[in-house]
T-cell receptor
């Protein structure tokens, strides 16, 4: 069965700095990969997804992620963060063939001025 | 409807009571998921329905938890003999084919 590891539980950064949130997955078959964001007291919102094709995926709010099959990673990046990016970020994976979407434990991104 | 609807939004129940949580997915979505979100625990997968296939129940934490999906649409998650550790936000999501998972706002369950 697939699993997801988000290596950092908390990432504090200053406004306008770049950020990378790390995600590694484990699976014996091909996968689909996702990043979701949860702002304080709000529901989950899809940031971006990788289904096939180009390994560099661009999402909303200036975020992007790169699928690296050899390293089984799907790290999320943003070149310049804003205070409003403060939120919980979740990486998720499902296996091709139709299995459950499994989430990592989340990374709290805290952006300060 | 336009989104995934969950009810109630909040539920306070006494320890030992049974509770039912409802999820109304987006019309036409064939897949439906239940997750539990506890503070600091991320999203814990509970159960997954896909079309007419047998559900994937591998995430249900105990036999006190069960779920059904009637007519391929509305789903009910039932927790029997609730315990304090069941307190969490229960999230439902639906999708059609690949990658279009939409989450509801959740039901906040508090067991006192």
């Amino acid at each position: 069965a697939q699993s997801v590891t988000q290596l950092d539980s908390q990432v504090p950064v200053f406004e306008e700095a770049p950020v990378e949130l790390r995600c590694n997955y484990s699976s014996s078959v091909s996968v689909y990969l996702f990043w979701y964001v949860q702002y304080p007291n709000q529901g989950l919102q899809l940031l971006l997804k990788y289904l096939s094709g180009s390994t560099l995926v661009k999402g909303i709010n200036g975020f992007e992620a790169e699928f690296n099959k050899s390293q089984t990673s799907f790290h999320l990046r943003k070149p310049s963060v804003h205070i409003s990016d403060t939120a919980e970020y979740f990486c998720a994976v499902s296996e091709k063939g139709g299995t459950a979407l499994i989430f990592g434990k989340g990374t709290t991104l805290s952006v300060s001025s | 409807g336009a989104g995934v609807s969950q009810s109630p939004s909040n539920k306070v129940t006494e320890k030992g009571k049974d509770v039912e949580l409802r999820c109304d997915p987006i019309s036409g979505h064939t897949a439906l998921y239940w997750y539990r979100q506890s503070l600091g625990q991320g999203l814990e997968f509970l159960i997954y329905f896909q079309g007419n296939s047998a559900p994937d129940k591998s995430g249900l934490p105990s036999d006190r938890f069960s779920a059904e999906r009637t007519g391929g649409s509305v789903s009910t998650l039932t927790i029997q003999r609730t315990q304090q550790e069941d307190s969490a936000v229960y999230l439902c999501a639906s999708s059609f084919m690949l990658g279009g998972y939409t989450f509801g706002s959740g039901t906040r369950l508090t067991v006192v």
